[in-house]
């Protein structure tokens, strides 16, 4: 991942919790995406959290790549 800013703290701190929750990463292109707009994001990561359920598509990615 080749971001032109760090990422803000509250979206690294999410991250990190989505990937120890459910054993992969938020994948890199859904990060670029929203790096400049992480709040849709955080929300994507809390809610899954929270209900204690991935993303499926994160999730099949991860298990593609």
């Known amino acids: 991942m080749n971001l032109a800013q760090p ?6 701190t999410a ?8 054993g992969h990463p ?3 292109e859904v990060i670029e995406m929203y790096a ?8 994507e ?3 899954a959290i929270a209900l204690q359920r991935p993303v499926k598509a994160w ?6 790549g």
């Open 7 to 12: 990422l803000p703290t509250q979206l690294t």
């Open 15 to 22: 991250l990190q919790a989505y990937q120890q929750a459910f």
């Open 26 to 28: 938020v994948p890199a």
């Open 36 to 43: 400049t707009r992480s709040g849709p994001l955080l929300l």
């Open 45 to 47: 990561i809390r809610q």
């Open 59 to 64: 999730l099949e990615r991860s298990r593609v």
